[in-house]
């Protein structure tokens, strides 16, 4: 196991400045997923921390799930981009039969 690793994998997550979720203070378990992007930061968080401990063996199903649901996350991002251009694409052909 690496000796230099900072994190423990059940620790809560810390920004820069030393504040967890962006406010300072005692530690709150508190983790706000607005945007699926937020699921997928916390994601590369998380197996960065198993990874710097070399741990990926111990910690193997856990970093299936996490895959599994970056993958699910990342294809809800992208359906609400597609989402959008048919949006458009009616707007657009709503515009035109109105001519």
């Known amino acids: 196991m690496n000796e230099k690793a900072s994190h423990d994998i059940d620790s809560p997550i ?13 530690y709150n378990r508190q983790i706000k997923l607005k945007t699926p992007e937020d699921g997928r930061k916390i994601i590369r968080h998380t197996l960065h921390i ?3 401990k070399g741990a990926q063996a111990e910690y193997a199903g856990k970093i299936a799930n996490l895959l599994n649901t970056w993958a699910k996350l990342w294809e809800l991002e992208s ?5 959008k251009r048919i949006e458009v694409i009616e707007a657009s052909i709503k515009e035109k039969g109105k001519q």
């Open 14 to 26: 810390k920004s820069k400045n030393g504040s967890i979720n962006g406010k300072r203070g005692p």
């Open 50 to 52: 198993i990874c710097e």
């Open 79 to 83: 359906n609400q981009a597609i989402e």
